[in-house]
């Protein structure tokens, strides 16, 4: 934890805060009316300033800077509620809007304003220190409700951020607070509580606790039941000892007189000491446990150098050290949960051996598996999601970690990640409307991806995505329309336009099963892109896959089509190569299958005439294309217009026949899928096969 006391304005956000699962968005924050007048002359342009780039960290603190230098009341206020909304881990300045209120004399708005920012961090231990001490000099404490506040916000705060490595202050507050009160046994209670926790200053607990029990009476500082255990304990312990010691010195007590005792009521400065060492001793094993989970956990708390909420981006070194100290936690957690399972099942089974001989188990009566307590682990997730607010791998991986505990949990953290954290990233907005879609409610999965386009128009990821949820939901005219839609909105970017019309007329072919509307999308893309060697591939297959001799006459017209683009000259080898294939294996004219491999080889002799051109040509084409139909995250529209491939990639060929990436099926000609048939040479038919010409 990094020391207390506000840092400076330019400093981003403060030291260690977090938000409970359930925070509700911080747009939740009271609107608040200009006061004091006119703003400052310079207000209106650093608020516009922070406004059109809500995301520039800057523009925000600098709007803070003026409003606090300035003094005004109005602006402050204003300023400081629209950045909470935004960067609601900053603890320092939910300090700041509270002191704010209460110089103004506003005590119970200063404390609404502490426990908001509790609610989005609500493990600050210094947000936590602010707020009580704030009550602690606003309220009368002559009043008996006052003290019952108190304790309970203690409470409260002991079970929000008690468990941190850094929330020592904390206890030490608690513990002196109780004292001022005079409930010494609420002391020891407080110092018992922590000193099972591991933390930073572990030591210092136990040190206070010795100090406590020895400055007091043990009757007035333990529990009355912890107490009288203790001292009956001592007293027989003692009773042994004096026998003992009057049978070495041979003196015998007459009968029924019994050893002396202290005035009812009191204990001996002898008996007290001896209750004090008994309390010790058994502090002592909770001491030396505590200090060994202590050390466990030493190694990665040194790796933590920024605990607080920063913009500015982490070393790699500390986000491994993120990642490698929850690894460790939840492994922990998993191995203490089979520990406990393996204990359980074996006591069961020694208590139960000769029922459970007797008596089969019948499916379903089982005993449950012991609770998982993953407190500890949440406790240092949120921890971490303050530091690492701004890396989806983090909010991702908490989110999987709560899967198994519910899906209501697993949403809260889905909505603080992306409706206060990361409004901007499109992956953790994607996960979410999966998470949504994975447990059936489709309407939100729909209104995730719908509001995620509205605020980051031009993503094509996003757009397939849609229309993919409405193709598994059944909705077929949806995910169309969606298509449609796309590939009208991409009209001005050739490349992206190509890319959704062949998506769409996939749609069409494969699920619609109506290859003439896909054919008519995809010609009237090639009318606009007539060079796009994409669409003139997944054309051919398109006619390729319908009946072999009603679209004789339509391949050769997209293999002559193709051959007419400005298209590379290994593609045009590649479309001839198809033509020449697909008569060969279906035309029932061998004047035919003559005619089409002439034009194929002077085709070759026009480009270069060499077999090993063209199989060159094929490896680069398979190159190029790779990665035409994968489902790559896109960024922007932008970008797919530039480089289709960088996009989304391009669709695979429609002809399920052949093999999945465009321009891939080349490989069917390869020597090596034909030597075991003795073609030695695959295209060079006038050895034998043809006569030459």
Not at 239 to 258: I, S
Not at 375 to 392: D, K, P, S, T
Not at 561 to 588: C, M, N, W
Request: proline residues 5%.
């Amino acid at each position: 934890m990094a020391a207390e006391g506000e840092m400076n304005a330019m400093e981003i956000g403060e030291e260690m805060s977090d938000e409970k699962p359930d925070a509700a968005p911080s747009s939740l924050l009271p609107s608040t009316e200009d006061e004091g007048g006119d703003l400052p002359a310079d207000f209106e342009r650093l608020w516009n300033a922070a406004h059109d780039n809500p995301q520039d960290f800057t523009s925000w603190t600098d709007l803070l800077q003026y409003c606090e230098q300035e003094g005004h009341m109005g602006a402050s206020q204003r300023s400081l509620m629209a950045f909470l909304n935004r960067y609601p881990l900053c603890y320092g300045y939910w300090k700041k809007i509270a002191d704010l209120e209460r110089r103004a004399g506003n005590n119970n708005k200063a404390a609404e304003l502490c426990v908001q920012g509790l609610q989005s961090i609500p493990l600050s231990v210094d947000l936590w220190i602010h707020y009580i001490n704030l009550l602690l000099g606003t309220l009368d404490m002559n009043l008996p409700e006052s003290p019952k506040r108190i304790r309970s916000v203690f409470e409260d705060a002991v079970a929000a951020a008690g468990l941190d490595f850094h929330s020592d202050r904390l206890w030490d507050l608690y513990a002196e607070w109780e004292k001022e009160q005079g409930n010494l046994r609420n002391v020891t209670a407080v110092l018992d509580r922590v000193l099972r926790v591991p933390t930073q200053h572990y030591s210092a607990h136990y040190e206070k606790f010795k100090n406590h029990l020895n400055g007091n009476q043990p009757k007035e500082a333990l529990s009355l039941e912890e107490y009288e255990e203790v001292r009956a304990s001592c007293h027989e312990s003692r009773k042994v000892e004096r026998t003992e010691q009057a049978k070495d010195k041979g003196e015998e007590r007459p009968p029924g007189e019994e050893e002396p005792t202290t005035p009812e009521g009191t204990d001996s400065e002898e008996l007290m000491q001896r209750i004090r060492e008994h309390v010790f001793s058994r502090r002592d094993e909770i001491y030396q446990q505590n200090e060994i989970e202590v050390r466990k956990r030493w190694n990665f708390e040194e790796n933590i150098k920024r605990p607080y909420f920063h913009v500015k981006p982490l070393d790699q070194l500390q986000l491994r050290g993120w990642h490698a100290y929850l690894d460790w936690e939840v492994a922990q957690l998993n191995q203490d949960t089979k520990d406990q399972d393996k204990d359980s099942n074996q006591a069961e089974a020694e208590s139960n051996e000769e029922a459970e001989a007797m008596t089969p188990t019948r499916p379903g009566t089982e005993e449950p598996t012991v609770a998982r307590d993953d407190h500890r682990v949440r406790v240092l997730f949120e921890r971490c999601l303050i530091a690492c607010a701004l890396y989806e791998e983090f909010w991702t991986r908490y989110a999987r970690y709560l899967e198994t505990d519910g899906a209501d949990e697993v949403r809260a953290v889905y909505r603080r990640a992306c409706e206060i954290h990361l409004p901007s990233s499109p992956n953790i907005h994607i996960q979410r409307a999966t998470f949504e879609e994975r447990h059936g409610d489709l309407d939100a999965a729909r209104r995730v991806l719908a509001a995620l386009e509205e605020k980051m128009p031009g993503l094509v990821v996003v757009r397939l995505r849609r229309a993919a949820l409405e193709r598994r939901a059944g909705r077929l005219e949806q995910s169309e329309a969606l298509l449609r839609e796309a590939v009208a909105q991409s009209e001005e970017k050739p490349t992206l336009h190509a890319f959704y019309s062949i998506k769409l007329a996939r749609l069409l072919l494969k699920l619609g099963r109506n290859p003439d509307r896909a054919r008519k999308v995809l010609r009237e893309a090639l009318e606009r892109s007539p060079d796009n060697d994409k669409l003139h591939l997944n054309l051919l297959e398109l006619e390729l896959s319908a009946d072999a001799c009603a679209s004789a006459e339509s391949v050769q017209r997209c293999v002559t089509q193709a051959l007419a683009a400005s298209l590379a000259p290994h593609t045009k080898i590649l479309f001839s190569q198809r033509g020449l294939q697909f008569v060969e294996e279906y035309s029932d004219s061998i004047k035919n299958v003559v005619s089409v491999y002439e034009e194929h080889q002077k085709l070759l002799a026009e480009m270069g005439g060499a077999k090993r051109e063209a199989e060159d040509g094929d490896k680069d084409s398979k190159k190029s294309n790779k990665g035409d139909d994968g489902s790559s995250d896109v960024t922007s529209a932008e970008v797919a217009a530039d480089d289709a491939q960088a996009a989304a990639p391009a669709p695979p060929e429609m002809n399920a026949d052949t093999t999945a990436q465009s321009g891939g099926y080349e490989s069917w000609y390869q020597q090596p899928q034909y030597g075991s048939y003795g073609y030695q040479n695959t295209w060079n038919y006038s050895q034998g096969y043809y006569p030459q010409s």
